[in-house]
């Protein structure tokens, strides 16, 4: 597989829509719009949930019944169903409080993914791009948290979701989606050691090509673009994809990332170093989701969404499901 160098909603459609805007999330740090280029710390307490409020409504809702129509299911009428909402979606993963942003305009469902599960959308507003674009004008776009594994750090993981990003998506030079991480050093043009930190996100491309765009070790200046084209994401649709990653033995580049993307398997990479120590392992969830890019050039034209659903990190295999 190609590896090369890169770079880095609806108005309200009924009364069972629900919107949360998680505001004791953000006022204890979620959404303290720290950049993306901090990473967390190794081991951060969750912050407490608490009381929400109605979020911004997005532009361009979908009529009812179409594969885009709002998802959806009953609201929970106090703090802790919000809380109890936003758990579920992210499966007993733990929040921590650096690196995030975004989550004001983040919309939550307890039902209407594949197989019922909730929904979580990001929006993405005309001329958004990342945190280091808006030294070159733009705003900031999309959302972003680490997440960890309750049951602490693990060397081998599969991470699973369904993304369904918005028909007429115009996907300009890219973006970031979830992926694993591990360690403090993941991202923003910082380079990880070997000691410090890793990530695996993926990107979408120009058109919807798909990739991993991971920073190991063996990254120069920005993240590495890893098997680019190998998939491409459609519009207007659920797909689901799966990466699986083993770490290597330290000193030997033998670790493993595979990609799944709609049940076959699209990506196997034997050769990789992620670490150069048996104490960095990996950490969680790196829920990261932003167009950009380093410039304005990467921006979004107009307001745009994505959909999340069926958010699942396990340590063991997780079957790959053509949606």
């Known amino acids: ?82 809380a109890t909402v936003l758990a579920g979606f992210f499966r007993g993963l733990t929040l921590t409080r650096h690196g995030s942003f975004g989550w004001r305009t983040v919309t939550v469902w307890p039902a209407g993914g594949p197989g019922a599960v ?25 959302a972003q948290a680490y997440l960890t594994v309750p049951s602490g750090p693990l060397r081998e993981a599969w991470l699973s979701y369904d993304v369904r990003f918005q028909t007429g998506f115009d996907f300009v030079k890219g973006g970031k989606l979830p992926g694993l991480y591990g360690g403090t050093v993941t991202s923003g043009q910082h380079i990880p050691d070997g000691t410090d930190g890793f990530s695996t996100r993926y990107m979408w491309r120009t058109g919807g090509d798909g990739e991993v765009y991971a920073y190991l070790p063996t990254s120069q200046t920005h993240g590495t673009s890893i098997g680019r084209g190998s998939w491409t994401f ?33 990506l196997h990479r034997t050769d990789l170093n992620y670490r150069t120590t048996g104490d960095l392992k990996i950490d969680g969830l790196f829920f990261s989701s932003f167009f950009g890019g380093g410039d304005r050039s990467w921006a979004t034209p107009k307001d745009q969404y994505a959909d999340f659903a069926a958010m699942r990190l396990s340590a063991t295999p997780v079957p790959a499901t053509a949606r």
């Open 234 to 266: 459609p519009t207007g649709r659920w797909v689901q994809v799966v990466q699986h990653v083993r770490l290597n033995t330290p000193g030997k580049a033998d670790g493993v990332l595979d990609v799944w993307f709609q049940g076959k398997q699209v």
């Open 118 to 142: 909730p929904v979580l959308r990001v929006r993405y507003p005309a001329d958004s791009a990342s945190h280091r674009a808006t030294a070159d004008g733009a705003s900031v776009g999309g």
């Open 1 to 82: 597989m190609e590896s090369r160098q890169g770079t880095a909603g609806p108005r309200r459609t009924g009364r069972r829509r629900v919107s949360w805007v998680l505001a004791s999330l953000l006022a204890v740090g979620l959404s303290a719009c720290t950049s993306g280029n901090q990473g967390p710390p190794a081991k951060s307490p969750a912050p407490t949930p608490g009381s929400s409020a109605p979020g911004s409504s997005a532009p361009g809702s979908p009529a009812p019944g179409s594969p885009e129509a709002s998802p959806k299911g009953n609201p929970g009428e106090t703090a802790q169903g919000d």
